[in-house]
């Protein structure tokens, strides 16, 4: 086993990594750029070394400066956590050049996973259903009519290059395909240097659902269920869950052997994540395959018991996969906000800043892998994540009803966060009853803007903060509270919208 292990990475997920490495008795060495000199995951690690200025291109995407640290500090791995260098097949093989383990997969994966034809190309011979559509990119908008009309419309124009929605239009009809290829291509060359689209058949309102897989170097691959990812706002995930609300052990098992395939397929190894779309008769077809650990990974590890982290380090040791398929247990249900440092009622605007108080929540079922701390100025050169909170239950409804109880035990003053957006969609009774696709968060959003432009229309500057101050003493300390207090400040619409329905009912789990 490694005796140190550097973490090329901040934040949140420095932090998760620094974790893993104390259970298994292993040094951490963190590495920091000017803006995060006193960040937590520095504070944490043994060993910490500056690596440049605060713009990632001058720091955390620095490979070159980080190779030269292990080096430097005789680290024989280093984990890249997810985002910056994560994905990137030069760094993961310049690692390995370097004679250091790359705690992932290998480059050979990385560069195949990252092309997005050709891992349709590796999931179809693997015998994994694929959405149908091309294999190659599109030459020019004749073409593009022909295919669309040959798998019929509506379909959707997607980046070969792409990934996270760049480049992506959907196209209803022959008519609209001239302008929609042109677009398509043009915002594909600006996003990766790369103009190439390819055709898909549109799954409407579909279901992002993704399976977890564990491979060592042995040949030994194992899949951890999945993750329903569903809710997202501009195509960043917000919320996820394990199991998906309409699972059932045939899906989760058909689906599981498709993505184990796909993993064989790349020769993989390591932890990595199989996305597919799952449409309303619950076909499920391949999307793309992530070859890292992914953000939402503890939702998974609170229903199966097993420690990603620790598993990656081990597989990248050479050890063996410690447990067998049929030994994985799926026990009650998780669920996973991603706290953000920005303001809901400013369109989710960051809020970096000083952390004045902070106030993070705790108790049975409850789990929060934050990277912030109280009297920490939150940086603005980066994702403005600063924790996860994630909860526990023996079933849905009691993860729900923790998650709400753990909302609203978090405080964060001095900036703005995405709790009380939470607030809102977990006391929403449609995501309550699980009735969530990939277009919920938009009419979730809408319904709200409804409903404040209502109370603004309607009610005068004193009613609503009587119906705060109400809803206050109902929902939060059940003292009341000065109403004048009240008045100054602004009301909410995230506020509002939370506790009118916290106060439609306490929510009950029978
Ligand atoms: C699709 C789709 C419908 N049909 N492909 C969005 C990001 C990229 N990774 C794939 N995406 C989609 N691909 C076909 N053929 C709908 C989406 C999509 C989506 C997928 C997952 C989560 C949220 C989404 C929001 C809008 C569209």
Known sequence: MFRKILIANRGEIAVRLIRA????????????????????????????????????????????????????????????????????EWFARAVEDAGITFIGPSPGSIALMGDKTNARIAAEKAG??????????????????????????????KASAGGGGKGMRIVRSAEEMSAAFSMASAEAQAAFGDPSVYIEKLIEHPRHIEIQVLADK????????????????????????????????????????????????????????????????????????????????????????????????????????????????????????RIYAEDPDRNFLPSPGKITRLRTPSGPGVRDDSGVYEG??????????????????????EAVARMIRALSEYYVGGIRTTVPFFQAVLGDEEFQRGEIDTGYITRFLERQKAMSELLDGKADAEIAAAIVAAMDFIQQSRRPIDVTNVQAERASRWKMAGRLSAMNKTYRQD
Not at 144 to 151: G, H, L, R, S
Not at 376 to 397: C, H, Q
Request: hydrophobic letters at 40%.
């Open 21 to 88: 490495c104390r259970d298994l008795g292993i040094s951490p060495v963190a590495v920091y750029s000017e803006a995060d000199r006193e960040a937590l995951h520095v504070r944490l690690a043994d060993e910490a070394f500056f690596i440049g200025e605060s713009p990632a291109a001058q720091s955390y995407l620095a490979g070159e400066k980080i190779i030269e640290v292990a080096r430097k500090t005789a680290a024989e791995a280093i984990h890249p956590g997810y985002g910056f260098l994560s994905e990137r």
């Open 128 to 157: 994994a259903p694929i959405v149908p559509g091309t294999m190659q990119g599109v030459m020019n908008v004749g073409e593009a009519q022909k295919i669309a009309a040959e798998i019929s419309y509506p379909v959707m124009l």
């Open 218 to 337: 042995h040949g030994n691959i194992i899949h951890l269920g999945e993750r329903e990812c569903s809710l997202q706002r501009r195509h960043q995930k917000v919320i996820e869950e394990c199991p998906a609300s309409f699972n059932d052990s045939q899906l989760r098992e058909r689906m599981g052997a498709a993505a184990i395939k796909i993993a064989q397929a790349a020769n993989y190894y390591n932890a990595g994540t199989v996305e597919f779309l799952v449409d309303s008769q619950r076909n499920f077809y391949f999307l793309e395959m992530n070859t890292r650990l992914q953000v939402e990974h503890p939702v998974t590890e609170l229903v199966t018991g097993i420690d990603l982290v620790r598993e990656q380090i081990r597989i990248a040791a050479g050890e063996i996969l410690p447990i067998k398929q049929e030994e994985i247990r799926w026990e009650g249900s998780a669920i996973e906000c």
């Open 376 to 397: 920490w100025e939150v940086p603005i050169f980066y994702d403005p994540m600063i924790s996860k909170l994630v909860t526990w239950g023996a079933n849905r409804v």
